[in-house]
């Protein structure tokens, strides 16, 4: 069947269905829009179950990534439980729980925050300081400043729990950053919204009784988040001196540029990682998505895995490993 023929055919389709309205123009766009290659989709690291399904309710009501990933991202940032981020996070050596994000918009845009004390939710301080502001990291003090002078609550997010780890590892003092999700520092979340958009955000706590003053790779746009919306997104997490030495997130966009899958795309950056060289082992793990809703995850060591959701429902998938138990 020739191409004229198809739209012929369609077209007399649609008129025994009596959308006598449509032109010849808007016919050929619901013949191309059947083949649209994207499709909204929302990936996080590890198993982020309670934030993609918030993120789904986003894109399912038709809502752009940018809101998706956010809302996402707030969901451990409030969780005592989750000790690896925002309220519950473990410390740095001092006892102070210090916080970094950044998101990354459809349009390039981007916000983060490094070092910042007592704000419950830094993604949604990322996103204004991409919103209202000319820069695009605000840092420790400054950070703190912004974000009370735009109506965020100052809070003490060093939980009972936290305190009690943070004690019991003062005894030693022995920093010794753990494989994999026992104190995995970050989220990130990438969506893909109805429009064919992208967005990312990342948001941590950091390395468990860190140096104060550490900051990782989760705040950096190009190392723990990087978004380009002609080509697709991706994020980290694990050990941020190993992926900021790779510039992970924006290596694997950039492969997936030169016409790489995502899963391909993370396998070769998780493969880079085999150069960085640590005194004890440590884990990254890589998720990505283009602009087709193809997702790739991989990790360096085994024991990393991604939450998706779409129009199919939630799934976890156990990512591969450059290095095998």
């Given at each position: 069947m020739n191409f004229k023929m198809e739209i012929m055919i369609k077209r007399r389709n649609f008129l025994g269905a009596g959308l006598f309205a449509l032109s010849l123009p808007e016919l050929m766009l619901d013949l191309f829009n059947d083949k649209k290659a994207h499709k909204p989709i929302v990936i996080a690291?590890?198993?982020?179950?309670?934030?993609?399904?918030?993120?789904?309710?986003?894109?399912?009501?038709?809502?752009?990534?940018?809101?998706?990933?956010?809302?996402?991202?707030?969901?451990?940032?409030?969780?005592?439980?989750?000790?690896?981020?925002?309220?519950?996070?473990?410390p740095d050596r001092d006892g102070h729980v210090t916080l970094d994000a950044c998101i990354m918009n459809e349009k390039g845009d981007a916000g983060s925050v490094v070092f910042l004390e007592d704000i419950m939710h830094p993604v949604s301080v990322a996103r204004m300081v991409?919103?209202?502001?000319?820069?695009?990291?605000?840092?420790?003090?400054?950070?703190?400043?912004?974000?009370?002078?735009?109506?965020?609550?100052?809070?003490?997010?060093?939980?009972?729990?936290?305190?009690?780890?943070?004690?019991e590892w003062k005894i030693k003092s022995e920093y010794k950053p753990k494989i994999n999700v026992e104190r995995h520092d970050t989220i990130g979340i990438l969506a893909l919204d109805n429009s064919g958009d992208l967005s990312g955000a990342c948001t941590t706590s950091g390395l468990a009784f860190k140096m104060r003053g550490r900051v990782g790779d989760s705040p950096i746009i190009g190392a723990?988040?990087?978004?380009?919306?002609?080509?697709?997104?991706?994020?980290?997490?694990?050990?941020?001196e190993s992926v900021i030495k790779k510039v992970g997130a924006f290596s694997i966009v950039e492969m997936m540029r030169n016409g790489m899958?995502?899963?391909?795309?993370?396998?070769?950056?998780?493969?880079?990682?085999?150069?960085?060289?640590?005194?004890?082992?440590?884990q990254v793990g890589?998720?990505?998505?283009?602009?087709?809703?193809?997702?790739?995850?991989?990790?360096?060591?085994?024991?990393?895995?991604?939450?998706?959701?779409?129009s199919q429902g939630y799934r976890l998938v156990n990512a591969k490993s450059i290095l095998s138990e």
């Open positions: 690291t590890w198993k982020n179950t309670k934030a993609v399904d918030e993120a789904w309710k986003f894109l399912a009501d038709g809502k752009k990534a940018i809101d998706a990933v956010e809302a996402g991202a707030r969901i451990p940032e409030q969780d005592p439980n989750d000790t690896s981020v925002g309220f519950g996070g473990f991409m919103e209202k502001t000319p820069h695009v990291i605000l840092a420790g003090a400054g950070a703190l400043q912004f974000a009370l002078e735009n109506g965020f609550n100052r809070e003490n997010l060093l939980t009972d729990k936290a305190k009690k780890a943070w004690e723990g988040l990087y978004v380009d919306n002609e080509v697709g997104a991706a994020t980290a997490t694990g050990l941020g899958h995502p899963d391909k795309a993370c396998k070769e950056a998780a493969r880079r990682l085999l150069s960085v060289k640590t005194k004890e082992p440590f890589y998720i990505a998505v283009n602009k087709k809703g193809e997702t790739g995850a991989w990790s360096l060591r085994p024991g990393f895995a991604a939450s998706i959701v779409d």
